[in-house]
């Protein structure tokens, strides 16, 4: 993982509280961390997520992979380096909205468990809830939608490393939440997620 460059910085602490934040959001900060393969229904079960919650009227902010490669995240590529750089830089970003009192959802491959073990230990050392979501989509029917073409691609030998064909996809262990998109609407995916929350106190 990175290391620390900088020299001669220090910390500097603000006097408003985390509960300060919370009575001023009127909600407890999160985040909902959607991994899987690609195809397998993340943004779209975030989109449906977050208009949902919009309308509930919560704070809530969607991070999408390839958004975020398009901006924060344009200088990185493929290799397990830049996945791993990709997900360090998104796991701090959403740290900060979570902190700020945000429902943060994000929706990224993020294919290495050392890496998503990593942004749960950030948000768990700041006190932040963090819930990783398996969004558990069979490669076969992942293919088979393909809304992207990647696959199609990956499979022509125009794709090198992409996850599920010739780079790995390291199914998460202690996943809070699994939502099986191959067997599930987005309405119910997105209830799921809604009851989860609830049951965490977060709406």
């Known amino acids: 993982m990175t290391q620390q460059k900088a020299t001669n910085i220090t910390w500097h602490e603000g006097n408003v509280t985390a509960e300060e934040r919370q009575k001023n959001m009127g909600q407890k900060g999160c985040t909902l961390w959607m991994t899987g393969l690609s195809g397998s229904g993340k943004s779209t079960v975030a ?34 380096e830049d996945r791993d750089e990709n997900i360090r830089r998104i796991g701090e970003v959403t740290k900060l909205f979570a902190d700020a009192g945000i429902i943060s959802l994000t929706s990224f491959i993020s294919p290495y468990r050392e890496a998503r073990d990593m942004v749960r230990k950030l948000h768990e050392d700041a006190g932040i809830p963090f819930l ?72």
């Open 132 to 203: 990783e979501v398996h969004v558990d989509c069979s490669l076969e029917k992942a293919e088979e939608r393909d809304p992207k073409g990647l696959y199609k691609k990956a499979r022509a030998g125009e794709i090198k490393g992409f996850t599920g064909i010739d780079a790995p996809f390291e199914e998460p262990l202690k996943a809070e939440i699994v939502i099986k998109t191959h067997e599930l609407s987005i309405e119910e995916s997105v209830q799921t997620l809604l009851d989860a929350l609830d049951e965490r106190g977060l709406i």
């Open 47 to 80: 989109v449906a997520l977050e208009q949902v919650l919009l309308q509930q009227g919560k704070h809530a902010y969607r991070l999408d992979g390839d958004n975020i490669r398009m901006g924060l995240n344009k200088n990185l590529g493929f290799s397990p």
